[in-house]
């Protein structure tokens, strides 16, 4: 009695004859696939941190050529400020609370030294943490970011004139529009995260739909529905049609449920022994049909004794003995110019002719 040992995930991998994508076996394996947030992407953090640099080298400039108060300090601040950030591009390190704190204290120091076109270092930062932060800490980083930008104000006296308290409003302004931009994307961005998934999943049941409409619940092999679907495009193959020798004496005898535990024996060994490429199908009933796409026919005649052999060498065990397994087997050849209907009627013949030559045979046409 040949012994047959099972491995699910090779018979699938066999039954398919396809190699299945990593994205797939998660979602059949139930995980949802990562959706990446975009705004918290090391890439848009290193673009705004160039954007910060330029910005800081601006600065400085203007400060040197403007000569303004403690010019010299204020280039001096500028330039820490730059390689500062200079080193965290340089690390790819996005930002975090220390980082955002020495930031704040020397935009601050420059606010103070009334370095002109600051503002734009609060803003940059501003629009660099909310989009790390989102959410309600979005909120907490812009009224941080806005105190010491009106503290940095009042001490040095710009707010209290017209002009000057029209800029500091303006600035706040802006830092509040930014801040509700930043937390209304980021809402958006969760929405189409959670829609992606609800989609995800819609894509995974509807696959599993699929598979099952084209799979036999018994052998797990394909069925007569997906013969039709996935014979039309092939060209040329060899055509095995397998039928179970004395099938229906063997269910009067022993009861339909041993006749399952057969069919399933032989859908097993199928699965198991043919190649990557190759199909197998129930087709109906008793009867199984292989198809060894871009194979010759000695090679096809070959496969079909040797699947005809080891289901032979198969025994069942019962309370009333031993029960043997032959099939028959009819085998055709698909060209070019034939059509899949006429293949299968050749391979049909071959099979009676199997059958008549006394079973547990191979013939083909």
Same mark, same amino acid.
């Given at each position: #009695?040949?012994?047959?040992?099972?491995?699910?995930?090779?018979?699938?991998?066999?039954?398919?004859?396809?190699?299945?994508?990593?994205?797939?076996?998660?979602?059949? @394996?139930?995980?949802?696939?990562?959706?990446?947030?975009?705004?918290?992407?090391?890439?848009?953090?290193?673009?705004?941190?160039?954007?910060?640099?330029?910005?800081?080298?601006?600065?400085?400039? =203007?400060?040197? %050529?403007?000569?303004?108060?403690?010019?010299?300090?204020?280039?001096?601040?500028?330039?820490?400020?730059?390689?500062?950030?200079?080193?965290?591009?340089?690390?790819?390190? +996005?930002?975090?609370?220390?980082?955002?704190?020495?930031?704040?204290?020397?935009?601050?120091?420059?606010?103070?030294?009334?370095?002109?076109?600051?503002?734009?270092?609060?803003?940059?930062?501003?629009?660099?943490?909310?989009?790390?932060?989102?959410?309600?800490?979005?909120?907490?980083?812009? #009224?941080? %970011?806005?105190?010491?930008?009106?503290?940095?104000?009042?001490?040095?006296?710009?707010?209290?004139?017209?002009?000057?308290?029209?800029?500091?409003?303006?600035?706040?302004?802006?830092? #509040?529009?930014? =801040?509700?931009?930043?937390?209304?994307?980021?809402?958006?961005?969760?929405?189409?995260?959670?829609?992606?998934?609800? #989609?995800?999943?819609?894509?995974?049941?509807?696959?599993?739909?699929?598979?099952?409409?084209? =799979?036999?619940?018994?052998?797990?092999?394909?069925?007569?529905?997906?013969?039709?679907?996935?014979?039309?495009?092939?060209?040329?193959?060899?055509?095995? %049609?397998?039928?179970?020798?004395?099938?229906?004496?063997?269910?009067?005898?022993?009861?339909?449920?041993?006749?399952?535990?057969?069919?399933?024996?032989?859908?097993?060994?199928?699965?198991?022994?043919?190649? @990557?490429?190759?199909?197998?199908?129930?087709?109906?009933?008793?009867?199984?049909?292989?198809?060894? +796409?871009? =194979?010759?026919?000695?090679?096809?005649?070959?496969?079909?004794?040797?699947?005809?052999?080891?289901?032979?060498?198969?025994?069942?065990?019962?309370?009333?003995?031993?029960?043997?397994?032959?099939?028959?087997?009819?085998?055709?050849?698909?060209?070019?110019?034939?059509?899949?209907?006429?293949?299968?009627?050749?391979?049909?013949?071959?099979?009676?002719?199997?059958?008549?030559?006394?079973?547990?045979?191979?013939?083909?046409?």
């Amino acid at each position: #009695m040949g012994v047959i040992k099972l491995n699910p995930k090779s018979m699938l991998i066999k039954q398919n004859g396809v190699q299945v994508d990593s994205t797939t076996r998660r979602m059949r @394996a139930g995980e949802k696939p990562d959706v990446p947030n975009l705004l918290v992407t090391e890439d848009i953090q290193l673009v705004l941190l160039k954007v910060t640099l330029a910005l800081g080298f601006f600065i400085g400039v =203007t400060a040197w %050529i403007t000569a303004v108060k403690l010019s010299s300090l204020a280039v001096f601040c500028a330039a820490m400020y730059m390689a500062y950030n200079a080193l965290l591009l340089r690390r790819c390190k +996005p930002p975090g609370v220390n980082e955002f704190l020495i930031n704040l204290v020397l935009i601050g120091i420059l606010d103070y030294l009334q370095v002109s076109y600051c503002p734009a270092l609060y803003h940059i930062l501003l629009l660099r943490m909310t989009l790390k932060a989102g959410g309600k800490r979005s909120g907490r980083v812009a #009224m941080m %970011i806005a105190s010491v930008f009106l503290i940095s104000r009042v001490i040095t006296g710009t707010a209290l004139t017209i002009d000057g308290a029209l800029d500091t409003v303006f600035n706040l302004w802006v830092t #509040m529009m930014v =801040t509700y931009a930043v937390i209304s994307v980021h809402k958006l961005i969760a929405k189409q995260n959670r829609d992606d998934s609800q #989609m995800l999943e819609l894509i995974k049941q509807n696959e599993h739909n699929y598979q099952m409409a084209l =799979t036999d619940g018994l052998t797990g092999l394909y069925n007569h529905r997906a013969y039709k679907e996935k014979i039309n495009t092939l060209d040329r193959y060899i055509l095995l %049609i397998i039928d179970i020798d004395c099938f229906k004496k063997l269910n009067d005898t022993y009861g339909h449920l041993m006749g399952d535990k057969v069919l399933t024996l032989i859908g097993n060994i199928l699965k198991l022994s043919i190649r @990557a490429g190759d199909m197998a199908f129930r087709y109906g009933g008793e009867e199984f049909v292989v198809v060894l +796409p871009g =194979t010759s026919y000695t090679t096809g005649y070959q496969i079909a004794e040797r699947l005809r052999m080891q289901i032979s060498e198969c025994t069942l065990k019962t309370s009333e003995g031993v029960i043997p397994i032959t099939v028959s087997i009819g085998m055709a050849v698909k060209t070019v110019t034939m059509g899949s209907q006429e293949a299968f009627e050749k391979a049909d013949r071959a099979l009676y002719i199997a059958k008549q030559s006394g079973r547990n045979n191979v013939q083909a046409i």
